[in-house]
């Protein structure tokens, strides 16, 4: 089978395309032919092996994994014997776990992993981010706790989690406000947002608005700038962990009203962040929330997609289509 390898860390152009050994599943396994998956922010950062602590579990010195990608849309060929809930022919997305392996095209995916059927009124392209917004949804719903009418910030609305957090918060309810550059003002209007800042232009810690909940998808603020803008029980999340925001994260929990909040939603159990997922599709079948497809490339094409989320354009989720380079692998 097709699939692209990484055998070092480094720039984009580590990642080859090759002909691999199609791989085969366990008897608690499906194995699921892949037509769409995202690049996500997190894959440059696997590429590189950045921050360098996550090599202690992404590989000291190379990466373990050869094949990344953990995200993905498709269909069952073939299942394990002790399979009960899915069948051959079920179209399904998914989050792989920490052997990844989704740039390519099949991977084998645990019955009880984060797998799903892919709801009716969504194509590959639109269900294979749908895992993206998990991190959202425990950030927003599971953290935050937002609620109706609560006025909420987004910074960097218009990435891949600052898009599904806008929706999220919406769909609770909330009054959002998004912050993005100029060139992206539109997209973040078209997801709900009911006021748009042009970061360029205006620093909403500076415009004596205040916020119940401010999300810095972004991670381009900090709690001490961003406290005289929350409300006296107001709370700040920031998905990059770093020692300074942990000291802050214990200080306001003992001592402040004001709250830092952080939660690795990759180290959450499988059975609750499939639960978020549930809920996640739920809104999707409800048309309450949906991905924003900026751009498409083929799996011929990966150095070019890691290349354009790192150039920092980004609207919205990146997708490779594997409709588009369907062919018969050499190696089976």
């Known amino acids: 089978m097709k699939a692209v390898t990484i055998k070092r860390y480094g720039a984009p152009d580590v990642l080859r395309l090759?002909?691999?050994?199609?791989p085969s599943h366990k008897e608690d396994e499906v194995l699921?032919?892949?037509?769409?998956?995202?690049?996500?922010?997190?894959?440059?950062?696997?590429?590189?092996?950045?921050?360098y602590f996550t090599r202690l579990f992404l590989g000291l010195t190379k990466p373990k994994n050869f094949v990344l990608g953990a995200e993905f849309s498709g269909e069952i060929e073939s299942i394990g014997k002790n399979v009960n809930e899915f069948k051959i022919g079920d179209k399904v997305f998914g989050h792989s776990g920490k052997n990844l392996g989704c740039y390519a095209e099949y991977v084998c995916v645990q019955e009880q992993g984060l797998l799903l059927k892919r709801p009716k009124n969504m194509n590959d392209e639109d269900v294979a981010p749908v895992c993206t917004f998990m991190a959202a949804w425990n950030f927003m719903a599971a953290l935050a706790k937002v609620k109706s009418n609560q006025k909420v910030l987004i910074n960097g609305?218009?990435?891949?989690?600052?898009?599904a957090a806008v929706q999220i918060a919406k769909s609770f309810g909330a009054n959002v406000t998004g912050v993005c550059s100029t060139a992206n003002m539109n997209v973040v209007r078209s997801l709900g947002a009911d006021k748009v800042i042009d970061y360029t232009c205006d620093k909403f810690t500076e415009n004596g608005e205040v916020y119940d909940i401010i999300f810095d998808v972004a991670d381009k603020s900090s709690f001490y700038y961003c406290k005289n803008s929350l409300t006296i029980n107001g709370i700040y999340l920031n998905p990059v962990l770093k020692v300074s925001f942990l000291i802050q994260m214990?200080?306001?929990?003992?001592?402040?009203?004001?709250k830092v909040m952080?939660?690795?939603?990759?180290?959450?159990?499988?059975?609750?962040?499939?639960?978020?997922?549930?809920?996640?599709?739920?809104?999707?079948?409800?048309?309450?929330?949906?991905?924003?497809?900026?751009?498409?490339?083929?799996?011929?094409?990966?150095?070019e997609a890691h290349k354009h989320i790192e150039s920092g354009n980004k609207?919205?989720?990146?997708?490779?289509?594997?409709?588009?380079?369907?062919?018969?692998?050499?190696?089976?």
């Open 157 to 163: 609305a218009s990435g891949t989690v600052g898009s």
């Open 32 to 51: 699921i032919r892949i037509n769409a998956i995202p690049v996500t922010t997190e894959d440059p950062l696997q590429r590189k092996g950045e921050p």
């Open 262 to 303: 952080f939660s690795a939603t990759g180290l959450l159990s499988i059975s609750k962040r499939k639960r978020f997922l549930k809920e996640i599709t739920k809104l999707f079948e409800r048309g309450k929330l949906k991905t924003i497809i900026d751009k498409r490339y083929s799996l011929e094409q990966i150095v």
């Open 315 to 332: 609207k919205g989720n990146v997708v490779i289509n594997l409709y588009q380079t369907r062919e018969t692998s050499t190696i089976e």
């Open 250 to 258: 214990l200080w306001t929990k003992i001592f402040g009203k004001k």
């Open 18 to 22: 090759e002909n691999i050994k199609k």
